[in-house]
């Protein structure tokens, strides 16, 4: 049983940076996938980046790339989500998930937070 919460969304202009936190209950078992998925009015939930507690493997979408990056903290529970160069298009309810699946599709995952609404004005 894991209980997840994000923090850290606000409203930005395009170019800046904001981290995301994701905070689990407990201790996390290092099989856990972790991942960020967002969600923008009247779109599907879309796979943001993922990060391998056992071995610390990530992945990103390709939308992302080069301006996202996913990190833990293992004494903290704790995974991040480091956005820079934020663009209008990254305007989305951002969620964090866990599962033991390693999978972009956001169905599989049995965990999720409540998220956390990012806002990039241009």
């Known amino acids: 049983q894991v209980q997840l919460v994000e923090s850290g969304g606000g409203l930005v202009q395009a170019g800046d940076s904001l981290r995301l936190s994701c905070a689990a209950s407990?201790?996390?078992?290092?099989?856990?996938?972790m991942s960020w998925f967002r969600q923008a009015p009247g779109k599907e939930r879309d796979f943001v980046a993922a990060i391998n507690w056992s071995g610390g493997s990530t992945t990103y979408a390709d939308s992302v790339k080069g301006r996202f990056t996913v990190s833990r903290d293992n004494a903290k529970n704790t995974m991040y989500l480091q956005m820079n160069s934020l663009k209008p298009e990254d305007t989305a309810l951002y969620y964090c998930a866990a599962g033991f699946v390693t999978t972009q599709v956001a169905h599989l995952y049995r965990y999720w937070g409540q998220g956390t609404q990012v806002t990039v004005s241009s």
């Open positions: 407990g201790r996390t078992f290092s099989s856990y996938v």
